[in-house]
């Protein structure tokens, strides 16, 4: 009985480590598309000024 309970505790705990890791990365690519979307402003700024 011990085994089954080690062996659900193990596995809620690997969901909560693959959760934080898909958290840093839904994170990291929001920051992304931000970078993006600003360089993308800038360049249609430059073109507009440009002609």
């Given amino acids: ?4 309970f080690l062996a659900a ?3 809620v ?4 480590v693959l959760g ?3 958290a840093r990365v ?3 690519a929001r ?7 600003e360089v ?3 360049i249609r700024t430059k073109e507009t000024f440009r002609g």
């Avoid at 705990?13 to 909560?16: D, K, P, Q, T, W």
Wanted: a positive charge; aromatic letters at 4%.
């Fill in 9 to 11: 505790g193990l596995g």
């Fill in 31 to 37: 920051g992304l598309n931000r970078e993006i979307a």
């Fill in 40 to 42: 993308h402003q800038r």
């Fill in 26 to 28: 839904v994170a990291a």
């Fill in 1 to 4: 009985m011990t085994w089954i």
């Fill in 20 to 22: 934080a890791a898909g």
């Fill in 13 to 16: 705990a690997g969901l909560a």
